[in-house]
């Protein structure tokens, strides 16, 4: 499984990105897809993740405190991709950011990165 991130950048404070990722595998393989973060000297930290859903219903999102109401994740099955429509954007949300997904089979999950892509907040 690969996964393929883009549309990081800089961006003003109060300005808006959005970043897609691509998977190589069927959106419904997985059990949740997401974006984590990590900025100079923190941990890596979950920003949003999104189940995999069905067919006919949406997946559940989950979203890290500080980004609740400001950003979206969504996942597009036609597209194969997990994106995340980020809006508002503070300086604080200046980090690295990283696709996620993970699979589960017989019992065991197996976790998938994708290359990280800049988001740089600043006036």
């Known amino acids: 499984v690969q996964l393929q991130a883009c549309g990081g950048g800089l961006v003003q404070p109060g300005g808006s990105l959005r970043l897609s990722c691509a998977v190589s595998a069927n959106i419904f393989s997985f059990n949740k897809m997401g974006w984590y973060r990590q900025a100079p000297g923190k941990q890596r930290e979950l920003v949003a993740d999104i189940t995999a859903g069905g067919p006919s219903h949406d997946g559940i999102t989950t979203y890290a405190d500080s980004v609740k109401g400001r950003f979206t994740v969504s996942r597009d099955v036609a597209r194969n991709t997990v994106d995340l429509q980020m809006n508002s954007l503070k300086p604080e949300d200046t980090a690295v950011y990283y696709c996620?997904?993970?699979?589960?089979?017989?019992?065991?999950?197996?976790?998938?990165w994708g290359r990280g892509t800049q988001v740089t907040v600043s006036s």
């Open positions: 996620y997904a993970d699979q589960l089979y017989i019992g065991r999950k197996y976790a998938y």
